[in-house]
């Protein structure tokens, strides 16, 4: 019973071809996040949802973007893949943005970049 | 601000002996503070979390961890190290909002 649901598990794309990652969920939450994770590193934020207000971080790279047409759904848009772009992107969602609410991730999808 | 040090990258112990990641934390509020485990190629999954309520917490998995605020540290313990264990281990450090942090992960070995 998923809750949080990424596609695909593994993307390929060539350097400079957009590529978009989806992540849905089941849960009915408030906020979504979009995690970026290299090898052996810990997970970067990238962006996040509130409802429909979206929030960038502030060391973003503007070649990413976000979309989340409705509650259940989060899209990740890479414009113009770099070699530096091949990672692990992580998709997680917490009811509200307390303090202590917990995240629950979707099991990522690996990018490769060629 | 917050931030959050995980003291050790590597941690490796035998089957059946005990398990001890430390994790120290700085935050200038009353922070949230979570455990999270990664096994290869999966997402993160909580492991326990404390909130301000009692200071050693329970986790899934026979983990617990001690809130000690003098000390500014969540390490994260268990008893007895399964083979199963063996994964990577995130300290994040909680105010609310966007504003968690991760530590840089401590990777467990457990060695038959």
């Known amino acids: 019973d998923a809750m949080v649901i990424q596609n695909p598990r593994y993307q390929v794309t060539q350097f400079g071809k957009p590529v978009t990652l989806s992540c849905s969920q089941t849960?009915?939450?408030?906020?979504m996040y979009w995690y970026q994770q290299k090898s052996s590193q810990a997970p970067k934020l990238l962006f996040h949802?509130?409802?429909?207000?979206?929030?960038n971080e502030a060391d973003t790279p503007d070649n990413f973007q976000s979309r989340r047409p409705n509650t259940s759904f989060c899209f990740l848009d890479i414009r113009s893949p770099g070699l530096g772009d091949a990672a692990m992107y992580l998709c997680?969602?917490?009811?509200?943005?307390?303090?202590?609410?917990?995240?629950?991730f979707g099991s990522g999808t690996q990018l490769s970049v060629l | 601000a917050q931030s959050v040090t995980q003291l050790d990258s590597h941690v490796s112990v035998s089957e059946g002996t005990p398990v001890l990641l430390r994790c120290n934390y700085s935050?200038?509020?009353?922070?949230?503070l979570f455990w999270y485990v990664q096994h290869p190629n999966k997402g993160l999954q909580l492991l326990l979390k404390?909130?301000?309520?009692?200071?050693l917490v329970k986790g899934i998995n026979g983990f617990e961890a001690e809130f000690k605020k003098s000390e500014t540290s969540f390490h994260l313990t268990k008893p007895s190290a399964h083979m199963s264990d063996a994964a990577e281990y995130f300290c994040?450090?909680?105010?609310?909002?966007?504003?968690?942090?991760f530590g840089a992960g401590t990777r467990l070995t457990v060695k038959p």
């Open positions: 997680a969602t917490s009811r509200d943005r307390n303090s202590n609410e917990k995240l629950f």
């Open positions: 849960l009915n939450h408030n906020v």
């Open positions: 949802y509130y409802d429909k207000d979206f929030n």
């Open positions: 935050s200038s509020y009353s922070p949230s």
């Open positions: 404390y909130t301000s309520a009692a200071t």
């Open positions: 994040v450090v909680s105010v609310g909002g966007n504003d968690m942090r």
